[in-house]
């Protein structure tokens, strides 16, 4: 069963922690996405990357980095936590641009700063 | 910047009636994907539509394209129980590549 994994569920971190999230997909596709999902606001891009080593700027970057050293391999880092990037964070992913195949979503992480 | 609008907002109905919900915007898409997301689960991919005045069906569920392809609507027919949960359209430009675009989408509840 093709799917994208989200390393943690839960997460709780302290203010000015630095914070990875991990996310693996086993689908061989190109492109890899990072959202997060708050009440009222829906679901915002963070970054996305083409291939290995790219990355794009999303709507809300500001705060947080990525990580794409493998195909497969889609991290996202916060450098220095804070109290208003507590969301629930969706990675995803999706085939070679043009198909409009649809994403697959990770279960996602909630992510507490504290 | 694109907006899609989703409404309602919120619905509940009783098992066995029928129901519409819209996704609206002022842009055009190359496509027009539908999600369900349940409770602390990440959004599941029902359909994508990519031709102005497609139509859809999945078993009780029929999803139309607009001909401009800039609206959709999800119908359901006899919804379940099952059917509860968060209906969340998106908009593609050039395949998604560079993102989708997200309604806030549709809290549905379908009560026994």
């Known amino acids: 069963d093709v799917k994208v994994t989200q390393s943690s569920r839960y997460l709780v971190k302290r203010t000015g922690e630095k914070v990875f999230l991990e996310c693996v997909q086993d689908?061989?596709?190109?492109?890899m996405f990072w959202y997060r999902q708050d009440p009222g606001l829906g679901l915002r891009l963070i970054y996305f990357s083409y291939d290995v080593k790219m990355k794009e700027k999303g709507d809300i970057p500001e705060g947080y980095s990525v990580s794409r050293e493998k195909k497969e391999r889609f991290s996202l880092i916060l450098e220095s936590a804070s109290t208003n990037q507590t969301s629930m964070y969706l990675c995803?992913?999706?085939?070679?641009?043009?198909?409009?195949?649809?994403?697959?979503f990770g279960s996602g992480t909630r992510l507490t700063v504290v | 910047t694109q907006l899609l609008e989703q409404s309602p907002q919120f619905l509940s109905i009783q098992e066995g009636e029928n129901l519409t919900v819209y996704c609206n915007s002022s842009?055009?898409?190359?496509?027009l994907q539908w999600y369900r997301q349940e409770p602390g689960e990440g959004p599941v991919l029902l359909v994508t539509v990519v031709t102005g005045g497609e139509v859809k069906k999945l078993k009780r569920l029929t999803f139309q394209f607009g001909d401009a392809r800039k609206d959709s609507s999800l119908h359901i027919t006899a919804a379940q129980p099952g059917d509860t949960g968060l209906y969340l359209c998106?908009?593609?430009?050039?395949?998604?590549?560079?993102?989708?675009?997200f309604g806030k989408g549709t809290h549905l509840i379908i009560q026994p």
């Open positions: 995803a992913s999706t085939p070679s641009p043009g198909g409009d195949y649809g994403y697959t």
């Open positions: 998106a908009g593609a430009v050039g395949g998604g590549a560079d993102g989708l675009t």
């Open positions: 842009s055009v898409f190359s496509s």
């Open positions: 689908m061989d596709h190109e492109n």
